[in-house]
Every structure is written in structure tokens, then in C-alpha cells.
């Protein structure tokens, strides 16, 4: 099978689960023999601040890190770090963001005086998005997760609408058998149900704007 | 992933961040003794070590400071034993004493200290370029850009340390330390640990003097005969397009010069280095021998510039070297692949197909208004409530702040934005007592329990001994808690959970000569704020010691006791919008409701620390019934 290219850049806030999304999405690829690479974000960068982290699949990528406009997918866990790495987008790129905003500390410091003041929404986001692509699904991720058993699953449910995307090259028999891998064991059934909640809810929000399986 | 691979005993592929195959090529190599203080971008090393030590029989600690963890991987490696000590580059300036003695004195046992460089200063205080510690200690210093090779090389340093008698340095950068590739697992082939007899004559480990200068011409032969090796060593590859124009790069930069190839649609030769000291000059000169035009791909100091320069002046005079010193690279900040491409394109004087600018610009256009999400404290992180009670204390007395590395670091930040000095690990007391010999102000030095007991022990002797009049606060919230909260001298276990002595701050500081010690809890916010206060206007050496487990690690036990972590809520009808709760305190579990404006706590969030609660002059911050 011919390995297609497919670079996504993965971001939220700091604790909501990015890197064990990126491990499980790399340990699939490593059982079924795709090359992936992935550069992340530890250390300070990860208290309640936002984080990214470059995943990349091809025989050929090099780079751990994305070039500007180069990503194929945003898949984001905060609309707001969906918006805050717009330029790695590539022109039409898919954008899967949780319908979820963690407000940033200095934002609601700033509503402490402005008493007028709305915070970024996530609508506003999606409208800005739409001015580089057409392709935005907003998944109410939390809300799946609960539905799920735990709100602590959004990520899984995001992997699972990210599983739905034709151009994903990566085989959704590996990523539930890598979820089983690398969750802790209890956790396994509540997060292979938000992997099939997410899938479920790409087939109405992101099927009908992209090639889905 | 992570330590199930790691452990794994027979071959196969794992997804591995290169931290993690650092740890896998040692356990490949039979490595005896670990110690190392956690760092960022270098800590996974440490805790993967950790993670896996109650599977295996190497011994391993979790040392006070860099200084002491390479000290001990020495003594272990003089003894015979296989070694690896990690740190981050600042963390090298700690050790690095040892780490030019070490050279001279060689060692049996294959050495191999990891350290890894921070370009773009993500989470360290300076974007130092550790290569300088190869050739200034004559260390040989190997190179990887990716997992597979840093495995590869641990097991390569291993046999070079072993055969030449002296330590490897392995530098790394973050963009290499954190990334995760499908890695190739050998066999673990481990013998079982022992103890090995003592087999040296007397002083075959002390330099000084006339044994220094005997050391010294030994080991410039050592380095010419490794040099001479990584003439041949596959460790270096060249790729041999038979074009004119050539790049010469190693590490992260490799990585990034690749792609900024297939970004350009070009195939120039490149030669990859992964052994950067000694450098293999001849190699090098072959390289160029063919070239019109070269350039140099690394982050930070024009480390293989220089060198690119000098081999030049007699292999090939008429080649032009572009890097750093013609403007088409930065020395500052982190580089990646459009940076590259730009770089490679301005030589070449063509243009990459994405013009990065212009995307660049749209996309700060698209975020107008977007603010910003640095990293702040967590909310229940005990240092928010230190800070305020602090402040609080400090209301109208003019002081300056001698503030530490490590999660309270962040003051400086927004709202508080407070710290008047940073500069190394255990510096604040130093600092501070300069300041007080030229300060007119009250000082005060603060810093975290594993930084005191990391460096800024002898300062305080230091102060004490010279009776400074400044006041210490420590903050001290059991573990090291910016790296992940790793266990320090003040816990009563170590690496993998292996039982540890404990030492008492207090009992530590009053032996060493101070019985003004006050201890608050500073989630008792308002009751912290006169003892405070009382304790600043005392002459010093005073110490305050502000004693809260990190909020995480906290939280961590909870879960592992099964204890369930509760939840605050603003009741609406009591809330008289006083911000107090939001106003330099900045919790992110905290925001306003658009509609109403008033407070509104994220239950997913909120730790019930119960700070914002003791604030609110109006007390409608209350605990969250079941299903509220």
C-alpha cells in the first residue's frame, strides 16, 4: 500500500490530553507499519498554557515540526488554539475543533474592566477560519465524553471524528487496538465508545463538507 | 509507547519519544547506575528511568543537583560499571567542573552524559549552545536528529567511552529530545548487577598539578586517535548528489535543512554530522573539495561555521560558505523548516512555493484580538496564594524580590508581574546578598524546596555566616514540581519509589545556624499575612517557609487513595462583582459569565484549594453540591 503524506497539527491547553492523543495516533502507525514523527511540547509550556504538538505521517517527512501552511488538519481540543495556529493550515484544510473555550486568564482579567466586553467565541473563531478554509467541524467534544462516562475522553472523541477523514492514512482497526494499548486498562471501554461517539458525530458535521471513509 | 515499550525484552517497532530511546539504547547497553536532576527538555529521561527501575536491577537516584548526578555516574564508571547521567544545558554549567576533570582522569566503565540544549529558550533561562563543552573539555560529542539515532548512538557511546577511557557527551536540542519516531527495538540482553572489585593503583583518578599535566598530553593523543575514528565513523553520512552546491548541518538542523530540500524541489549533496567533537576535519574537507557554494545549517552559535571557515582556507579556498556570519541565519531562537527554506532560497535566489511571510501576516490579521494563553499557575497551585499572602504582607514597604528557577518563576508574569531578579538555579541567595550590601530596600529571596536544596544551600551559609540582613522564603511544596513532580531530598522516597531519607527544611536551617523560621500554610491565605509581615520586618538571616504540596502532585495522591477532588461555585445572588477572586489572581478555573458578569468557576477546572473562596469579601465562593 502506497503511504500517503497527511501532516496534522495537534493543540489545546495544557492537561487536556494532547500527547497521549499524539502517542496513541504514533504506537497505531507503528503496528501498521506507517511512518510517523511527531514534535511535542513538555516542560513549562504545559501549565494551563497552550500547547501543540506536530504530528506527521509519510515515508518521507523529516522534519518533526510542520512548515507554515503545510498542515493538512487542525485538529484542536480549545477553539481558541485552533485560531491561535491558523498559519500552519494549508489553504483548505480540514479544521476539526472541540465547541469549547478554556478562557484565558488574561482575556477574563480584561473583563474585570470592560464591562461591555465578550469573550472570543467560538463562533468567532469559526468565522475567522472560514476566511482560509470551508472545512471546519465543531464537535461538542465534552459533551460525547460525558455521554461517554468521563469528561476526561474529549480527546479520544476527537480522534474518532479524525478517523472518519478519507485522507487520514491510518487504519481505524489500529488506532482502537492502540487506545486499548495506551489507556489505562479500566478506561478502555469509555474511551473506545468516545472514539465511536466522535466517528458518529463526523459523519453529520464533517462528512457532508469532506471525503469521509 | 512510553516505558511498556521501553521494558519490552525482545525486538520489534515502538513509537518512542527520543527521550525514551535515550533510555532504551542504555537498557540495550546494559547501563548499571543512573542519576540525574530532572530539566526540561531532558526530564523524560529521568522519569522514563524511573518508571522502569522496580523491572530492572540498575541502581538509580534521583541526585540533588547535576553536579552530584555526574559525580556519581563517575564514581560508578571509575569503579567499571556502564553509567548515564541526563541535564538540560544550564543544568551542564552545574556539573561541568567534574566534567573537565572526568576527561582527564578518563573512566573504565562506558560513560555517557546526555545534555540537552534549549534553542528559542522554551523553558530555560538562556538559549545556551552547550557544544562549546565538547571541545573546551575534550569530550568527544555525538549528535543525533531523530530517536532511531539517539538509540543508535547511546550504544556507540557506550563502546567509544569504553574503548578510549573517557566520558561521551551525547548533546541533543529539544526539537530532537522531544520528538517521537517509530524507533527499532533490539534485543535487552542484561547481565545481572554486581559489585566489582577496585582494581586502580593509588591516584589513578586525581588530577591535579603535574598529574594534570600528564592527564593533559594523554588525552590530546586520545583525541586525535577519536578524531582519526570519526574520519570513518558511520556516524557521519554524506549524501553525494554530485551537485555543486552542498550543505553541511547536523542534529535538529539536518531535520529541518531535509525539508527545506523537498519544500525547494532540490538535491543538493549534504553532509550530516553526528559526531561534532572532534570533528572529522578530513571528511569535511573531502566534502567541500567539490562545492561552489556551501551552507551551514545550525541552531544557535556558528559552531560548524567556524570550523567549515577554517577547513576551507586550505581544501578549497574559492567555496562560499553561507550561514550565520553573511546574515542569511539567525543565531537567535529556534530554527524549522520554513526558516530553513527561506535561508536555503536567498542563497540560491529563488523563492519557497509558500511565500511564509504573507501567510504569516494573514494569519496575525486572523488573530487580532486573540490573547494570549502563557503558561500561569494550576489552578490549587499553592504558589498563586504564597504570592498574594506575600503582597499582601509587602502593601507599602518598598522591597526588591531575588526570585529562583522553578513554577513560581513565573511571577514575573501577568497580573502579578512581580520579581525583580532571575538568574540560575539557587542564585536568588547570592544575588540577594549583594543586594543587600548595596540596596537601600527591604530584600527578600525566594525560592522552591528542591532548588534549596540543589544550590542554594551555600548561599545561605554564605548569609548566615556574613549575617545578611535579607529573608528567605521558601516555597515549599514537596517536589520538584515544574519538571513533573519529581521526589527531592525532602521526600521520604526516590526514583521508581524506592525508600529515601527525608530531610526537614527547617531542622536543616536551624542546624546551619537560623532559629527565626516562620512556617504558614498558604491556603490559610489572610492568617499567612501577618506572620508574614512580622517576619519581613525582623533583622535577617530570617527564613519563611510557605509549606502546600503542588496542587497536581496533590491531586495525583488523591486519585491514587481514591479520594474524589471537589469543586467551588460562585453563588450568583451573593456575588457583588468585587474581581477579587480574578484580579491578580488569575485563576484559570475562573472567568466571567458575558451575561451577568459575574464570576463563574468551570467545575473540570477548579481544585477546590478554597484561596478565592478565603478572598471573596462577599464569601459566595462555596463548595459544589453533588450534580450543582
Keep these: 500500500m502506497p503511504e500517503k503524506e497527511f501532516s496534522i497539527y495537534l493543540s489545546g491547553v495544557g492537561g487536556q490530553g494532547l500527547v497521549l492523543l499524539s502517542n496513541i495516533i504514533g504506537s497505531a502507525c507503528a503496528a501498521a507499519g506507517i511512518r510517523a514523527i511527531t514534535g511535542e511540547q513538555h516542560g513549562l509550556s504545559q501549565r494551563s498554557g497552550s500547547i501543540n504538538v506536530h504530528l506527521r505521517i509519510g515515508p518521507e517527512v523529516i522534519s518533526p515540526l510542520i512548515p507554515v501552511g503545510g498542515a493538512d488538519a487542525i485538529l484542536s481540543l480549545d477553539s481558541l488554539e485552533a485560531l491561535r495556529y491558523v498559519e500552519y493550515l494549508r489553504p483548505g484544510g480540514v479544521v476539526l475543533m472541540n465547541d469549547r473555550i478554556q478562557h484565558p486568564t488574561i482575556e477574563t482579567a480584561a473583563h474585570t474592566k470592560d464591562k461591555v466586553a465578550k469573550y472570543m467565541s467560538v463562533e468567532d473563531v469559526k468565522e475567522r477560519l472560514t476566511k482560509v478554509t470551508d472545512k471546519i467541524a465543531v464537535i461538542d467534544a465534552m459533551k460525547l465524553a460525558a455521554e461517554a462516562g468521563t469528561s476526561l475522553t474529549e480527546n479520544v472523541v476527537m480522534l474518532g471524528a479524525l478517523s472518519t477523514l478519507e485522507a487520514f492514512p491510518v487504519p481505524e482497526d489500529a488506532l482502537k487496538r492502540s487506545i486499548e494499548e495506551n489507556v489505562p486498562k479500566k478506561a478502555v471501554e469509555v474511551n473506545l465508545k468516545a472514539f465511536d461517539l466522535g466517528k458518529k458525530a463526523a459523519h453529520d458535521l464533517l462528512c457532508n463538507i469532506v471525503k469521509c471513509r | ?628
Excluded at chain 2, 18 to 35: F, H, M, P, T
Excluded at chain 2, 129 to 155: I, Q
Excluded at chain 2, 413 to 426: F, Q, T
Aim: hydrophobic letters at 40%; glycine letters at 8%.
Design chain 2, 1 to 628: 509507547m512510553g516505558a511498556a515499550d521501553v521494558v519490552r525484552e525482545g525486538a520489534g517497532k515502538a513509537f518512542l519519544l527520543c527521550n525514551e530511546a535515550i533510555v532504551r539504547g542504555a537498557l540495550e547497553a546494559d547501563v548499571k547506575v543512573v542519576s540525574a536532576y530532572p530539566g526540561s527538555p531532558t526530564t523524560e529521561i529521568l522519569d522514563t528511568f524511573s518508571e522502569v527501575s522496580p523491572k530492572f536491577d540498575f541502581k538509580m537516584e534521583i541526585s540533588a543537583n547535576e553536579k552530584v548526578a555526574l559525580e556519581t555516574c563517575g564514581g560508578a564508571s571509575m569503579v567499571g560499571l556502564r553509567t548515564m547521567t541526563s541535564m538540560k544545558s544550564v543544568g551542564m554549567n552545574v556539573a561541568s567542573d567534574s566534567f573537565f576533570s572526568l576527561s582527564y582522569t578518563g573512566v573504565k566503565g562506558g560513560m555517557v552524559v546526555v545534555m540537552a540544549d534549549d534553542p528559542h529558550a522554551h523553558s530555560s533561562q538562556t538559549e545556551q549552545d552547550g557544544r562549546s563543552f565538547g571541545p573546551n573539555a575534550y569530550v568527544p560529542m555525538l549528535e543525533p536528529s531523530n530517536p532511531t539515532e539517539a538509540k543508535r548512538m547511546v550504544k556507540a557511546a557506550y563502546a567509544l567511552s569504553e574503548k578510549y577511557g573517557v566520558p561521551v557527551l551525547m548533546r541533543t536540542t529539544t526539537r530532537v529530545s522531544h520528538q517521537s519516531g517509530i524507533v527499532d527495538l533490539e534485543p535487552l540482553d542484561r547481565k545481572p548487577f554486581q559489585k566489582l572489585p577496585w582494581t586502580h593503583p593509588p591516584g589513578r583518578f586525581v588530577t591535579v598539578a603535574e598529574a594534570a599535566r600528564t592527564f593533559k598530553h594523554a588525552l590530546l593523543e586520545r583525541t586525535k586517535r577519536i578524531q582519526e575514528e570519526f574520519e570513518a565513523s558511520d556516524l557521519n553520512t554524506v549524501t553525494d548528489t554530485g551537485s555543486d552546491f552542498g550543505i553541511i548541518t547536523s542534529g535538529a538542523g539536518y531535520n529541518y535543512a531535509a525539508e527545506a530540500c523537498r519544500i525547494l524541489g532540490i538535491k543538493p549533496s549534504i553532509l550530516k554530522l553526528g559526531t561534532t567533537y572532534p570533528l572529522p576535519n578530513k571528511l569535511i574537507a573531502g566534502f567541500i573539495k567539490k562545492l561552489k557554494t556551501v551552507i551551514i545549517v545550525e541552531e544557535l552559535q556558528p559552531y560548524l561555521e567556524l570550523h567549515v571557515t577554517a577547513i576551507a582556507k586550505d581544501a578549497n579556498p574559492s567555496v562560499r560558505i553561507y550561514g550565520k556570519w553573511t546574515g542569511h541565519f539567525s543565531e537567535a531562537l529556534e530554527y524549522n523548516p520554513n526558516i530553513v527554506a527561506d535561508g536555503i532560497a536567498k542563497v540560491l535566489g529563488t523563492r519557497p512555493p509558500v511565500d511564509y511571510g504573507a501567510v504569516l501576516a494573514k494569519a496575525a490579521e486572523l488573530k487580532a484580538g486573540l490573547m494570549e494563553r502563557p503558561p500561569t499557575f494550576c489552578p490549587g497551585c499553592p504558589h498563586r496564594a504564597t504570592l498574594h499572602a506575600l503582597q499582601e504582607a509587602t502593601r507599602g514597604t518598598k522591597h526588591i524580590l531575588a526570585t529562583d528557577i522553578g513554577c513560581y518563576s513565573m511571577s514575573f508574569l501577568k497580573p502579578l508581574e512581580y520579581g525583580d531578579s532571575l538568574l540560575s538555579m539557587g542564585a536568588c541567595m547570592g544575588v540577594a546578598a549583594g543586594l543587600q550590601y548595596a540596596a537601600q530596600e527591604k530584600v527578600i529571596a525566594m525560592v522552591g524546596d528542591s532548588t534549596f536544596w540543589h544550590a542554594t544551600m551555600p548561599g545561605l551559609v554564605n548569609a548566615i555566616h556574613h549575617n545578611d540582613d535579607l529573608t528567605l522564603i521558601i516555597l515549599d511544596n514537596e517536589v520538584t514540581a515544574m519538571t513533573g513532580q519529581q521526589p527531592d531530598p525532602g521526600r521520604d522516597y526516590n526514583a521508581g519509589g524506592q525508600p529515601a531519607k527525608p530531610l526537614v527544611l527547617e531542622k536543616v536551617i536551624e542546624a546551619m545556624g537560623i532559629s527565626d523560621i516562620t512556617i504558614v500554610d498558604p491556603y490559610q491565605v489572610k492568617a499567612a499575612v501577618v506572620p508574614i509581615k512580622q517576619a519581613l520586618s525582623r533583622k535577617g538571616p530570617n527564613v519563611i517557609i510557605s509549606r502546600r504540596a503542588c496542587a497536581l502532585y496533590a491531586d495525583r495522591n488523591k486519585r491514587k487513595r481514591g479520594e474524589t477532588i471537589g469543586t467551588n461555585k460562585v453563588e450568583k445572588e451573593v456575588c457583588k462583582r468585587p474581581y477579587t477572586c480574578i484580579r491578580g489572581f488569575y485563576c484559570p478555573a475562573i472567568s466571567v459569565d458575558d451575561d451577568d458578569r459575574k464570576a463563574f468557576i468551570t467545575k473540570e477546572l477548579c481544585d477546590r484549594c478554597d484561596v478565592c473562596a478565603k478572598l471573596c469579601p462577599f464569601g459566595s465562593i462555596r463548595p459544589r453540591q453533588e450534580g450543582g
